[in-house]
């Protein structure tokens, strides 16, 4: 059975989403592309779990039961089995407050997601991972048999998934097949080719993450815009490039915006700052 969705998630299930996904953010940006490989792969086996024992997932999710014991059960289940960064993860994830149990379900899938998703942000493609998304999404657009084939329910789950390795053979990277091989073990309702959109969506939203939006007063070399870069990545632990805007209302400095983050050193702002210290 379906659940809801992202969209469909009330207030306290979206503000457990939120944290969760800033403490995954973190590790992200410090953790090398193989740990987070393993970390999706150990997220995405906890996801098929929980949806195939809806009971276990109540009992995760459940609100009359205190965080701790929701813990305890998430580590008695999953201690040894997967990676120490997954089981923090679930275990900080189940202690929190969900509205509906299917929230938690989806929160997991998200969290999976965007972890092996880290994996193209450490090597630089999700340039590509997006773009081959994007095209598998629009080719099973245009072949509703084969969409129809991979999200046959009645079939085996091992068929169909070897049904589109074959399908994508050594055209897409690891991460890709990976994404879209979780989209069809666990569909959540959504048809492949809606998946694949949706994938392609996220992927375009992390690589907005590691684009540093740069307004500067005046034009950067390419030194600068050189250095600027490399400071830039060793920040945050992944590269990142730079789209530089022209902003002669700045007076000075910089204004430097990663994702949701600003950093802003513009002369300006430094005036504000220093007229908000002055006694009134």
């Given amino acids: 059975m379906a659940s809801g969705g992202i969209a469909a998630m009330q207030s306290a299930s979206r503000e457990s989403l939120a944290e969760a996904t800033k403490r995954l953010d ?44 929701r813990t305890r059960l998430a580590d008695q289940l999953f201690n040894g089995k997967i990676g120490r960064a997954a089981l923090d993860i679930v275990s900080d994830t189940v202690s929190a407050r969900w ?17 092996t998703l880290g994996v193209a942000e450490k090597d630089g493609s999700l340039d590509e ?5 994007f ?10 048999q084969l969409a129809q084939l991979l999200g046959d329910r009645t079939q085996p789950v091992d068929g169909r998934v070897g049904l589109l390795k074959k399908v994508l053979g050594n055209k897409v990277s690891p991460v890709t097949a990976t994404l879209l091989e979780q989209a069809v073990r666990v569909p959540q309702g959504r048809s492949l080719d809606r998946a694949a ?27 600068q815009e050189q250095q600027l870069t490399e400071s830039l990545s060793r920040v945050y ?12 209302s700045l007076i000075g400095g910089l204004v430097v915006n990663v994702g949701d983050e600003l950093i802003d050193g513009s002369v300006a702002s430094r005036i504000a700052a220093a007229r908000r210290s002055l006694p009134s």
Avoid: Y
């Fill in 135 to 144: 095209r598998v999404g629009r080719i099973l657009d245009r072949e509703p």
């Fill in 129 to 133: 991972v997006e773009d081959q998304l």
């Fill in 237 to 248: 632990g992944r590269p990142i490039s730079l789209q530089v805007e022209l902003d002669e």
């Fill in 99 to 115: 509205s509906r149990s299917a929230d938690l379900e989806d929160a997991i899938e998200a969290l999976a997601r965007r972890a």
């Fill in 26 to 69: 973190a590790h992200v940006d410090g953790a090398a592309a193989a740990d987070l490989a393993t970390l999706g792969d150990d997220l995405f086996a906890v996801l098929r779990l929980i949806v195939s024992e809806p009971t276990l997932r109540r009992h995760l999710a459940d609100p009359s039961v205190p965080a701790a014991a």
């Fill in 197 to 223: 959109e949706q994938l392609a969506e996220l992927a375009a939203a992390r690589r907005d993450r590691s684009v540093a939006h740069v307004r500067t007063p005046v034009r950067l070399s390419p030194g």
